[in-house]
């Protein structure tokens, strides 16, 4: 009598048990995809405007468009300038921002009349960056608020990242702290990200649809 039973229902046991393994199999590929390739993101706030978050010619302030976050890049290689990157700062464990990518390990960042100047090895004199991605009202237009800083002095292994809208992102500047409520309150190293906490370069937009686009790479200068 077992037998007979086992016969009837062993094709769709074996069907069913086939069925959860495939299941865990492309879940597991998509959870280690989601961990070490690639990831979907949602963009909130205006503090890269128009660069992202905008929509129809307005910048949105709350939940907007939707990224892909290229993870695997960092892996065989380091942040450039320009990159749009998603990351938790020294201030946060569990917040993420998205900002651009300014100074580099070793540089020093200016922020000097409402411009932007990077000192390095291959311009020891300061360089103005050529910021062609901000807008009208921010291009010429970076301020340091009245309790952040105007010169970074950007660590080995950290970055010095700011949003597109500079005037309304908090971001490196302010320490990613509130910069009419303290900013950097005396401690300017929470102004820079560590390589280890960025989590992953913004590659696509693919929300909404019309907004679907691979995000280029600026250039600033030749070094």
Not at 8 to 14: D, E, M, W
Not at 63 to 80: M, Q, R, S
Not at 177 to 205: H, L, T
Request: with cysteine; aromatic share 12%.
């Amino acid at each position: 009598m077992e037998n007979s039973i086992w016969k009837k229902f062993k094709p769709s046991i074996i069907w069913i048990a086939d069925l959860i393994v495939n299941v865990a199999i492309v879940f597991g590929v998509v959870l280690l995809i989601e961990k070490f390739i690639v990831t979907p993101f949602d963009i909130f706030g205006p503090s890269m405007c128009d660069s992202m978050n905008n929509i129809k010619g307005e910048c949105v302030k709350g939940y907007g468009e939707k990224i892909i976050l290229n993870k695997a890049g960092y892996f065989v290689d380091t942040p450039k300038r320009g990159d749009i990157i998603v990351f938790v700062p020294k201030s946060s464990d569990e917040k993420f921002f998205i900002k651009r990518v300014i100074g580099l390990p070793g540089e020093t960042v200016e922020i000097l009349n409402g411009d932007v100047y990077i000192t390095n090895a291959e311009h020891p004199n300061g360089t103005k960056l050529d910021e062609l991605y901000l807008n009208e009202e921010n291009n010429h237009n970076t301020p340091t608020f009245e309790t952040g800083y105007k010169i970074f002095n950007v660590p080995e292994g950290e970055y010095f990242a700011m949003g597109d809208n500079r005037n309304a992102s908090t971001d490196s500047r302010s320490c990613f702290q509130n910069p009419y409520a303290g900013g950097c309150n005396g401690d300017p190293s929470g102004a820079f990200v560590p390589v280890k906490n960025i989590e992953g370069k913004a590659w696509v937009k693919f929300w909404p649809i019309n907004s679907m686009q691979v995000i280029e790479q600026p250039v600033y200068f030749q070094n």
